[in-house]
């Protein structure tokens, strides 16, 4: 089943109101923001991936959907499939996890370890509980609204094609294995947004997405996707390359609609614009552009 007809009949169930109807990455409970992140072998992270970079991937991953919320991280919960018959796996994911918890200030609350099937993917659970967020959600922009995005894009998707093998930069590598959530610019942005979200499956899918909870179109000039000179090194700046660094994946930056009149608090590049409408348009400077066949990373 593709994951959108998944969540559909999902919401055809009780839910709670918190859940706002599953059409967000976090749920409020009691003034927590709660997320939950599943990663796993050979999807989110190849099998050589070090463990201690997985772990931090696991932590990155849910703390950025906390970012998007402009919330603090109070604490997380682990699933952990135990007994890795690979040497040393269970110490070095203990070591990146708690490397990762003690930069971003986020304690362990507890969690549950399974029996892992020798041969089985690994399949990895963090659930993140967080304070102070301002509940911005994907669904709120509006009709003329500027698109923003923070940092920059392509970098892990070009990181993933090094861990294949290619040659390429530590710093790309890095990108892909090692995101950093962007939880300082959330909060300072969280006051000043209509609607936020971070980059996770893909520049352009994203887009839609917030495009499609808020009943709009969206415009997006592939011309202002800010890359890194790492990425151009790596990849190139000609239009095939600002195609592949939109439908990247695990960029974790954050995505955000404001008033088309506001300069936002922290570093971030203009890339479009929502209209009344639906759907999403491309352009390469002044020139139209077809969407590509894929737009980013489904399940």
Known sequence: MHEAKFLAALRSLPLHEGARGLTDDTATLAGLTITTDTIVEGVHFLPEDPPEDVAWKLVAVNL???????????????????????????????????????????????????????????????????REGAAVLRSEAKAGDALWVTGTIGDAGAGLRIARGEDGSPELLAAYRR????????????????????????????????????????????????????????AGDDRAARIAAATAGDDYQLLFAAAADRTPPVAATRIGAFAAGAGLTLKDGAEPVPLPASLGFLH
């Open 64 to 130: 950025s959907d906390l970012a998007a919320k402009g919330a603090r991280p109070e604490g997380v919960l682990l699933n952990y499939p135990i007994g890795s018959p690979a040497q040393g796996w269970d110490s070095g994911f203990l070591t990146g996890f708690g490397e990762a918890l003690a930069a971003f200030g986020c304690p362990l609350l507890g969690g549950d370890t399974v029996s892992w099937p020798l041969g089985a993917p690994r399949v990895l659970t963090l659930t993140a509980f967080g």
């Open 179 to 234: 995101p950093t959530p962007r939880l300082a610019e959330g909060r300072a942005l969280a006051a000043h947004v209509h609607a936020m979200m971070d980059v996770s499956d893909g520049l352009l899918l994203d887009a839609i997405r917030m495009a499609e909870a808020s009943d709009l179109a969206v415009a997006i000039d592939l011309a202002l996707v800010p890359l890194s000179a790492a990425y151009r090194a790596f």
